[in-house]
């Protein structure tokens, strides 16, 4: 994938030096909230790198990087639903975890940032772990659902996929995931300070886009790739909930980038 956009990185830029004016002294949490291969990790990247160079000590905490680990998720598994095994939805992350990290940060200290081994699909030793410059001033928190909110009970009426209607045609899964984002996730996504959206151009395109990153991993015969049927499946996990950001998202986010289906910004946005 190429780098970010120079127009789009210096825009962003702009409206991070904008927010931190108006915040003041301390630690200034900037959400980016992007659907699978939209290229936010790449951007978060960027704009930390720019920062750092502009004298702004930066850091990027990602959601897939604060999941709960393995054992954690096989107990929701037992106990709950057979879907919560498997890394994604709401529930499935250590929200207390992100809260103490971001604790931490705002109490100036060096801390260190959680990583996930997707191989593994469990945590990465904590000793391999990097760590936030000290008196850290922009917190870049990235993420596919970072910002979301829940939707109506009533939505969760019928199932949207054929994921949902074979393996979760009482919705339990669903609800646990839409409960979770009205209870822990709240406090978490409450913290954003500047909320930032790149906005598919639809659903359709997040499987071209989640296919795209898995080619490398599969010509490199990595043990975590997918082959295309594995991995049209592991996207019908995050297809609600993303729906429903491109849906719900765009009238309150701070930025709202449009997207189009090569990742650019859409002409006219």
Same mark, same amino acid.
């Given at each position: ?46 704009? /930390? ?5 502009? *004298? ?19 107990? #929701? ?11 994604? +939805?709401?529930?499935?992350? %250590? ?17 260190? #940032?959680?990583?996930?081994?997707? *191989?593994?699909? %469990? ?22 659902? +970072? ?20 393996? %979760? ?10 409960? @979770? ?23 359709? /395109? +997040? ?11 599969? !010509?490199?015969?990595? @043990? ?15 297809? !609600? ?13 701070? +930025?709202? /980038? ?12």
């Amino acid at each position: 994938m190429a780098g970010p956009n120079p127009h789009l990185l210096h825009i962003l830029l702009a409206r991070i030096d904008t927010a931190l004016a108006v915040h003041g002294p301390g630690l200034l949490i900037v959400g980016l909230c992007g659907a699978q291969g939209s290229g936010k990790s790449t951007l978060a990247a960027a704009l /930390v790198a720019e920062l750092g160079a502009n *004298g702004l000590p930066a850091a990027t905490l990602s959601l897939d990087d604060i999941y709960l680990t393995r054992a954690e998720r096989q107990q #929701l598994a037992s106990s709950i639903h057979p879907l919560l095994a498997t890394r994604g +939805v709401p529930g499935t992350h %250590d929200v207390a975890l992100g809260l103490q990290t971001i604790a931490a940060l705002k109490r100036g200290e060096a801390v260190a #940032l959680p990583r996930f081994d997707k *191989g593994l699909d %469990d945590r990465a030793p904590q000793a391999s772990w990097p760590r936030a410059p000290a008196q850290c001033r922009v917190l870049l928190l990235e993420g596919w659902c +970072v910002g979301a909110v829940p939707q109506a009970t009533a939505a969760l009426a019928s199932p949207i996929n054929a994921l949902e209607e074979r393996e %979760d045609a009482q919705g339990i899964w669903r609800s646990y995931a839409n409960s @979770a984002l009205a209870g822990p996730y709240r406090d978490l996504f409450c913290a954003i300070d500047l909320l930032i959206l790149l906005a598919a151009p639809g659903w359709d /395109v +997040v499987a071209q886009w989640r296919e795209e990153q898995e080619l490398p991993l599969r !010509r490199a015969r990595a @043990a975590q790739a997918m082959d295309p049927a594995a991995l049209a499946s592991f996207i019908q996990h995050y297809e !609600r909930l993303t729906r429903w950001i491109l849906e719900e998202m765009p009238q309150r986010a701070d +930025v709202v /980038v449009q997207l189009d289906r090569q990742r650019g910004v859409a002409a006219g946005a």
